[in-house]
């Protein structure tokens, strides 16, 4: 039952995306080259509204589907981490025109080309667990 809701979710996230245009490669095209407030206006909200609900989260002290408190973790700051990993996924995201989110939605659009991509996104995620320990972090 909770695979059910799980999909629908991803359903309705993946035809957000589509109506949206967050999947749209022209859109995400003009983003980079500054042209257009669309893609911006999006990534901001989307960001305002995890804020708030991560707040909410922490003041109410929610529990996940399973009951278990949900807990937010502090990251160690790095600057090399996040200058490589950001530039390394912003040149992936400027070249094939998609981050993840939006590869499942232009694969089930029927831009199966999409497959490529993903196929090396897996690859590469599974390539820096491979060389996690040895990456500086």
């Known amino acids: 039952m909770k695979a059910i809701k799980?999909?629908?979710i991803g359903?309705?996230?993946?035809?957000?995306?589509y109506k949206s245009e967050a999947a749209s490669w022209y859109r995400i095209y003009e983003m980079f080259q500054f042209r257009s407030f669309h893609m911006y206006g999006m990534i901001g909200s989307a960001l305002?509204?995890?804020i708030i609900l991560v707040q909410i989260i922490k003041r109410k002290q929610l529990k996940?589907?399973?009951g278990m408190p949900i807990q937010f973790h502090d990251k160690d700051k790095s600057i090399t981490r996040y200058l490589v990993g950001g530039t390394i996924f912003g040149l992936g995201w400027a070249l094939t025109g998609a981050c993840p989110g939006p590869l499942f939605t232009l694969m089930g659009a029927?831009?199966?080309t999409m497959g490529i991509t993903l196929l090396f996104a897996v690859l590469g995620t599974w390539l820096?667990?491979?060389l996690?320990?040895?990456l500086p972090h």
Request: glycine share 16%; no cysteine; aromatic share 16%.
């Open 6 to 8: 799980f999909i629908s």
């Open 11 to 17: 359903i309705l996230l993946g035809i957000v995306l």
């Open 48 to 50: 305002g509204t995890a």
């Open 64 to 66: 996940d589907s399973n």
């Open 110 to 112: 029927g831009y199966w």
């Open 128 to 130: 820096y667990g491979l």
């Open 132 to 134: 996690r320990h040895k």
